[in-house]
C-alpha cells in the first residue's frame, strides 16, 4: 500500500484558502488518492478524489502533480467550520474497496 | 438517496460484558460494509470488512467479531469486552465495485468500557 506523509497541524485565517499538502511518492499507477476530513466526535466526511487529473467540487480543490507524487487539498475559503482532521489516502487495491487511514493533518480555522 | 445508520450512538459497559453494534444501510444494494475504530487521540484503524452477506475479512487479531446476517446489515460483536476495547466505532459502506468508489460513514458509536 501506498503510504502518505502529512503535516500533523497547520492553521489558517478565516476567509483565506486553506492549502493542505500530501505526498504519497509510492504511489502505484491505479492507485486513487482520497481526502476525507473528521470533525471532532463524528464520522469522517468524504471530500474529493482523483486519479491523475486535478478534481473540484463544491467543498474543495485537488491538485495532482504530474508525477502523482503528491497532491494539495485547497478549501478556497476557509470558515471556522472547516476546523477538523484531513486525511489524505491513497487506495488500497482490491481486498473489498478499503481505505487506510493515517494521522492526518488538523487544521485549525480562526478569525 | 444512500443512507447509513448505527446505534446505539453512545454506551458504557462494564469489563466482561457482551456488545452488540448495529450497522444497516439504506438505499442501494449490495454494498461493501466496514467497521473502524477509533481509539482517543488515535487514527482510523480498519477492524472487519465484508463484500458480501456472510463474508467477514478481519484485519487484525482482536476481541472483536463481525457479522452480515443480510445483504445491508452489519453487526460488531464481543463476547467478552475488554478495557482497550474503548472507542469510537465507525460503520461505513461503499458500492461493490473495485476502484474508485467512495466510502461513506455513520456518525459512529461511543463505547466505554469500565
Known amino acids: 500500500d501506498a503510504k502518505t506523509t502529512q503535516p500533523p497541524s497547520m492553521d489558517c485565517a478565516e476567509g483565506r484558502a486553506a492549502n493542505l499538502p500530501c505526498n504519497h511518492s509510492?504511489?502505484?499507477?491505479?492507485?486513487?488518492v482520497y481526502w476525507y476530513r473528521q470533525i471532532h466526535s463524528q464520522g469522517p466526511q468524504y471530500i474529493i478524489h482523483g486519479l491523475k487529473n486535478n478534481e473540484t467540487n463544491e467543498m474543495a480543490s485537488l491538485i495532482i502533480t504530474e508525477d502523482r507524487k503528491s497532491s494539495t487539498l485547497i478549501l478556497p475559503h476557509a470558515t471556522l467550520r472547516d476546523t477538523a482532521v484531513y486525511y489524505c489516502?491513497?487506495?488500497?487495491?482490491?481486498?473489498?474497496?478499503?481505505?487506510?487511514f493515517g494521522t492526518g493533518t488538523q487544521l485549525k480555522v480562526e478569525l | 438517496s444512500q443512507t447509513i445508520h448505527q446505534w446505539p450512538a453512545t454506551l458504557v459497559q462494564p469489563v466482561g460484558s457482551p456488545l452488540s453494534l448495529e450497522c444497516t444501510v439504506e438505499g442501494t444494494s449490495n454494498p461493501n460494509l466496514y467497521w473502524y475504530r477509533q481509539a482517543a487521540g488515535r487514527g482510523l484503524q480498519l477492524l472487519f470488512y465484508?463484500?458480501?452477506?456472510?463474508?467477514i475479512s478481519s484485519e487484525v487479531p482482536q476481541n472483536l467479531s463481525a457479522s452480515r446476517p443480510q445483504d445491508r446489515q452489519f453487526i460488531l460483536s464481543s463476547k467478552k469486552l475488554l478495557l482497550s476495547d474503548s472507542g469510537f466505532y465507525l460503520c461505513a459502506w461503499s458500492r461493490s465495485s473495485t476502484w474508485g468508489n467512495t466510502i461513506y460513514f455513520g456518525e459512529g458509536s461511543w463505547l466505554t468500557v469500565v
Open positions: 465484508s463484500v458480501g452477506i456472510g463474508q
Open positions: 489516502i491513497v487506495r488500497v487495491t482490491g481486498g473489498g474497496n478499503k481505505l487506510t
Open positions: 509510492t504511489i502505484s499507477g491505479n492507485e486513487y
